[in-house]
C-alpha cells in the first residue's frame, strides 16, 4: 500500500509509504476524482475511486484496475462498499446500489434533489445526505 493522490484531472498518483517517492500514475478516470476509500476486508484489500467522469473504479492495493462501475448521469461524490454491495452517491442526486462482482447497478433511489455528498453505514442502516 502507498499514498494516493486523487488530482482534479482524474489522474491518480501513488506514492512510496515511507520514502513519499511517486512510483505510479493510474490513468483510468478523465474527470477529476472526488473522493478515495482504502477497505481492507479478510484476504481482500481494495482502493475505491469516484470521480466527475461519473464513475467509480475499484483497484488492487497494487494499482491494477479491477472494475469499473459507470452508470451515474453526474459526478460521484461518494463511495460506501458494503459486503458484497457498493453504494454510491452522485451529483445527479442519486444514490446507486452495486453488484461490486458483476459492476451491475441494482437500484437506484431517487429522493435528494441536489448532490449526494456523503454516504455512512449504521448498522443495519445506510445513511445519505446531499447539499
Not at 85 to 92: E, I, R, V
Request: net charge neutral.
Amino acid at each position: 500500500a502507498g499514498v494516493w493522490v486523487g488530482t482534479d484531472t482524474g489522474v491518480i498518483l501513488v506514492y512510496h509509504a515511507r520514502t513519499l517517492q511517486s512510483t505510479e500514475a493510474l490513468r483510468q478516470h478523465c474527470g477529476g476524482v472526488y473522493t478515495l476509500l482504502y477497505t481492507h476486508r479478510t484476504g481482500a484489500r481494495a482502493v475505491w475511486s469516484a470521480a466527475n467522469d461519473f464513475t467509480v473504479c475499484r483497484w488492487e492495493v497494487s494499482g491494477a484496475l479491477l472494475q469499473v462501475y459507470a452508470g451515474h448521469s453526474n459526478g460521484v461524490r461518494a463511495v460506501l462498499p458494503i459486503g458484497p454491495k457498493l453504494w454510491s452517491g452522485s451529483s445527479d442526486a442519486t444514490v446507486r446500489v452495486w453488484d461490486v462482482g458483476e459492476a451491475q447497478c441494482e437500484h437506484v433511489l431517487q429522493g435528494h434533489t441536489a448532490a449526494v455528498l456523503a454516504l455512512a453505514a449504521n448498522g443495519p442502516a445506510v445513511l445519505s445526505s446531499s447539499e
